[in-house]
């Protein structure tokens, strides 16, 4: 039986590690950065420009390739590559999606947002974002993880990923988790784990349709830095894992 793959929706506040987290997701990885955030990463990275040429080859195991994302334009072309399937990512990051809807509006209009543009906006969007998540289900498709990344919005006490108009409500069916990274307790030394809430409580979207992570970890992944490795615990690829095991 072939592996099953997983599309998450990861969000939290600004600085949480949010990056970090989508980075252990099974290599080679494609990381879409409409943000500037990967300069840190941990894992070695390549430069992809798809305008240039096709994806990069003979990838390390754990290779993170970066096509910083200046423009909505640019999403377009990364999907012709990939739904090509010569590739070599076992997944796809994009990062994020609070960003690319900005990009998204711009390419729409550079003057006060109006109310017919939100349908366009959506009409837009809905169709790429749809053909990153399908990328799991192409024959032969080496991927199995895609992993959508938005910063979280609090409104009339409902934290939920920020991303605006209808395309919030469309992209939870379009996903297997949405997961809310937050910190967790503190540590002994000061320092500060995280967790990835995947239970909708105390006012926050969540939820997991595959059901291992909630049933494993009653709703709430803790995410820790190992002081002796520097690598997290219980990050993306061993989640991936535990849920074919599981299921």
């Given at each position: 039986m072939a592996d099953k793959a997983w599309r998450l929706l990861l969000f939290g506040d600004a600085k949480t590690g949010k990056t970090s987290l989508a980075e252990t997701a099974p290599g080679p990885r494609l990381i879409l950065d409409a943000e500037g955030g990967t300069s840190w990463l941990a894992s070695d990275t390549v430069t992809w420009n798809p305008l240039e040429g096709p994806p990069p080859e003979n990838l390390d195991s754990d290779a993170s390739v970066?096509?910083?994302?200046l423009?909505?334009?640019?999403i377009d072309r990364?999907?012709?590559?990939?739904?090509?399937g010569d590739h070599e990512f076992r997944s796809v990051i994009l990062d994020s999606l609070t960003e690319i809807q900005?990009?998204?509006?711009?390419?729409?209009?550079?003057?006060?947002?109006?109310?017919?543009?939100w349908g366009n906006l959506?009409?837009?969007?809905d169709p790429v974002l749809r053909e990153l998540r399908d990328l799991t289900q192409?024959?032969?498709?080496?991927?199995?993880?895609v992993v959508l990344v938005a910063l979280a919005n609090t409104r009339e006490d409902r934290t939920v990923p920020d991303v605006q108009g209808s395309m919030a409500r469309a992209l939870a069916g379009q996903v297997d988790t949405i997961g809310y990274l937050r910190?967790?307790?503190?540590?002994?030394?000061?320092?500060?784990?995280?967790?990835?809430?995947?239970d909708a409580r105390q006012g926050i979207a969540a939820g997991d349709r595959t059901?291992?992570?909630r049933r494993q970890f009653q709703g709430v992944v803790p995410i820790v830095l190992n002081d002796e490795t520097d690598k997290l615990e219980w990050n993306l690829s061993q989640m991936l894992e535990l849920m074919n095991r599981e299921s």
């Amino acid at each position: 039986m072939a592996d099953k793959a997983w599309r998450l929706l990861l969000f939290g506040d600004a600085k949480t590690g949010k990056t970090s987290l989508a980075e252990t997701a099974p290599g080679p990885r494609l990381i879409l950065d409409a943000e500037g955030g990967t300069s840190w990463l941990a894992s070695d990275t390549v430069t992809w420009n798809p305008l240039e040429g096709p994806p990069p080859e003979n990838l390390d195991s754990d290779a993170s390739v970066v096509v910083p994302i200046l423009e909505w334009e640019m999403i377009d072309r990364i999907n012709t590559w990939l739904r090509r399937g010569d590739h070599e990512f076992r997944s796809v990051i994009l990062d994020s999606l609070t960003e690319i809807q900005k990009q998204a509006k711009r390419s729409i209009t550079d003057q006060g947002f109006k109310i017919q543009d939100w349908g366009n906006l959506y009409s837009l969007m809905d169709p790429v974002l749809r053909e990153l998540r399908d990328l799991t289900q192409i024959p032969g498709s080496p991927v199995r993880c895609v992993v959508l990344v938005a910063l979280a919005n609090t409104r009339e006490d409902r934290t939920v990923p920020d991303v605006q108009g209808s395309m919030a409500r469309a992209l939870a069916g379009q996903v297997d988790t949405i997961g809310y990274l937050r910190p967790g307790a503190m540590n002994s030394d000061g320092t500060t784990n995280r967790e990835l809430l995947v239970d909708a409580r105390q006012g926050i979207a969540a939820g997991d349709r595959t059901k291992v992570l909630r049933r494993q970890f009653q709703g709430v992944v803790p995410i820790v830095l190992n002081d002796e490795t520097d690598k997290l615990e219980w990050n993306l690829s061993q989640m991936l894992e535990l849920m074919n095991r599981e299921s």
